[in-house]
């Protein structure tokens, strides 16, 4: 099929032909937003039925594609989506990335252009919580602003609408009809702004914004953290766990180690804490290659964006990485010191407050001094949870995919 074909519009005003249902693309980014749009396929055609226009029959398709999770510009990821439209003839597409989408100076959560029936959504500017349900009520309110208009008037007739069915969800009736998704605590406390443009950008219609640059940045710092999946970054600790416990354990049997476990104080030991964690970040970052040089970065700004997201994603994995180091300690310190032996080397009698110091000492000495030399099990595991590294992998396969 010819590209350039304009694809089958659905008349705002009539049904469509009965003998064929209006399609529905979703165009997500692989990994994390594939996996949702494609456990929300199923749901959407009746929800669709309700909320947008239930004269019609509705059907969605997904289709995965890397060029989503690899461009970092909103028009040009429309311009994309839009032939996408076309070669399927699909009525409407959304696509769902997973980068964060900066113009003049805020983050926006999704757009959407009504002369080519296309939109696009940022995943990590939800946040953390809630992704799969925010993601549903987004689709159902950007086709029915592609369905039915974004004018004033046409956000009256649909609120109106709304408020008299009994199929909307109580979320989304009334003035649902001009918000992105439901009333929650965390749209509250950092609200999601819906925008007409006076002059058309780039034919977008609508636009959804916050306009917050504080609430923007803890929302999209957030999602991409979770977009990273920290938890399966863990996993490539197990070396460095056995190393550490090893180099510790050594460290258990002396009388020195105790005595000096005595003389300190909390705060002593919070320093020591966050100084190993810290150093086992910066060690990580150094040795797979993870940050991303401002130099030669296309935006300065998302660059740094990426490196923070990078620190507190290993950040995440190092906290479990030392709370699951800290318990064999404990276990370790309860078995093989006995209390009179310690009471005997300390001059002082002894209990679990004690017990529960000498871990955490033991904790992060041995992350500083063993850990530090160890390998993590899995490189591709680490980088796979950084967004440049996913960047490069996708900008390599798009261009294979061109070349074949």
Same mark, same amino acid.
């Given at each position: 099929?010819?590209?350039?074909?304009?694809?089958?519009?659905?008349?705002?005003? @009539?049904?469509?032909?009965?003998?064929?249902?209006?399609?529905?693309?979703?165009?997500?980014?692989?990994? @994390?937003?594939?996996?949702?749009?494609?456990?929300?396929?199923?749901?959407?055609?009746?929800?669709?039925?309700?909320?947008?226009?239930?004269?019609?029959?509705?059907?969605?398709?997904?289709?995965?594609?890397?060029?989503? =999770?690899?461009?970092?510009?909103?028009?040009?990821?429309?311009?994309?989506?839009?032939? *996408?439209?076309?070669?399927?003839?699909?009525?409407?597409?959304? /696509?769902?990335?997973?980068?964060?989408?900066?113009?003049?100076?805020? *983050?926006?959560?999704?757009?959407?252009? &009504?002369?080519? /029936?296309?939109?696009?959504?940022?995943?990590?500017?939800? =946040?953390?919580?809630?992704?799969?349900?925010?993601?549903?009520?987004?689709?159902? @309110?950007?086709?029915?602003?592609?369905?039915?208009?974004?004018?004033?008037?046409?956000?009256?007739?649909?609120?109106?609408?709304?408020?008299?069915?009994?199929?909307?969800?109580?979320?989304?009736?009334?003035?649902?009809?001009?918000?992105?998704?439901?009333?929650? $605590?965390?749209?509250?406390?950092?609200?999601?702004?819906?925008?007409?443009?006076?002059?058309?950008?780039?034919?977008?219609?609508?636009?959804?914004?916050?306009?917050?640059?504080?609430?923007?940045?803890?929302?999209?710092?957030?999602?991409?953290?979770?977009?990273?999946?920290?938890?399966?970054?863990?996993?490539?600790?197990?070396?460095? !766990?056995?190393?550490?416990?090893?180099? =510790?354990? *050594?460290? +258990?049997?002396?009388?020195?180690?105790?005595?000096?476990?005595?003389?300190?104080?909390?705060?002593?030991?919070?320093?020591?804490?966050?100084?190993?964690?810290?150093?086992?970040?910066?060690? !990580? &970052?150094?040795?797979?290659?993870?940050?991303?040089?401002?130099?030669?970065?296309?935006?300065?700004? !998302?660059?740094?964006?990426?490196?923070?997201?990078?620190?507190?994603?290993?950040?995440?994995?190092?906290?479990?990485?030392?709370?699951?180091?800290?318990? $064999?300690?404990?276990?370790?310190? *309860? $078995?093989?010191?006995?209390?009179? +032996?310690?009471?005997?080397?300390?001059?002082?009698?002894?209990?679990?407050?004690?017990?529960?110091?000498?871990?955490?000492?033991?904790?992060?000495?041995?992350?500083?001094?063993?850990?530090?030399?160890?390998?993590?099990?899995?490189?591709?595991?680490?980088?796979?949870?950084?967004?440049?590294?996913?960047?490069?992998?996708?900008?390599? @396969?798009?261009?294979?995919?061109?070349?074949?």
């Amino acid at each position: 099929m010819d590209e350039t074909q304009p694809a089958r519009q659905v008349s705002r005003d @009539q049904p469509g032909d009965p003998r064929r249902p209006t399609l529905v693309g979703l165009l997500p980014a692989p990994e @994390q937003p594939a996996d949702i749009a494609e456990s929300l396929a199923g749901q959407l055609p009746e929800l669709l039925a309700d909320y947008v226009d239930d004269r019609l029959a509705w059907d969605v398709q997904v289709v995965v594609d890397p060029l989503t =999770g690899a461009m970092e510009d909103s028009d040009s990821i429309i311009d994309k989506t839009e032939a *996408y439209k076309h070669q399927r003839e699909w009525d409407y597409v959304i /696509c769902i990335t997973d980068l964060p989408i900066y113009k003049e100076r805020r *983050y926006m959560v999704a757009e959407a252009s &009504m002369a080519r /029936c296309s939109a696009i959504v940022s995943l990590p500017a939800f =946040g953390a919580t809630g992704i799969r349900q925010r993601l549903r009520e987004s689709i159902l @309110q950007l086709v029915n602003e592609m369905h039915h208009g974004s004018s004033e008037a046409a956000r009256e007739r649909q609120e109106r609408r709304t408020e008299a069915s009994d199929k909307v969800s109580d979320d989304l009736r009334g003035e649902g009809a001009r918000r992105l998704m439901g009333h929650r $605590l965390f749209e509250s406390l950092i609200p999601i702004h819906r925008e007409t443009p006076e002059h058309a950008e780039g034919n977008i219609d609508v636009r959804f914004v916050t306009r917050s640059r504080l609430g923007g940045s803890l929302r999209i710092l957030s999602g991409m953290v979770r977009a990273n999946r920290p938890w399966t970054v863990f996993p490539a600790f197990r070396s460095v !766990i056995a190393v550490a416990f090893a180099t =510790g354990a *050594y460290g +258990l049997i002396f009388p020195t180690f105790w005595k000096l476990n005595d003389s300190y104080g909390g705060s002593r030991l919070v320093v020591l804490m966050l100084t190993a964690m810290i150093a086992m970040v910066i060690w !990580i &970052m150094l040795a797979h290659g993870l940050w991303e040089p401002l130099r030669k970065a296309s935006s300065r700004h !998302i660059a740094r964006l990426y490196n923070m997201v990078t620190v507190l994603t290993l950040s995440t994995a190092v906290v479990f990485y030392y709370g699951v180091l800290y318990l $064999l300690f404990l276990f370790a310190v *309860y $078995l093989f010191v006995p209390a009179s +032996l310690l009471s005997q080397n300390l001059g002082h009698a002894v209990g679990p407050a004690n017990y529960l110091s000498l871990a955490w000492l033991a904790s992060s000495l041995a992350t500083l001094a063993g850990a530090l030399g160890a390998g993590l099990e899995d490189d591709t595991t680490v980088l796979n949870a950084t967004y440049g590294y996913r960047q490069r992998r996708r900008n390599k @396969q798009m261009r294979q995919d061109d070349g074949d």
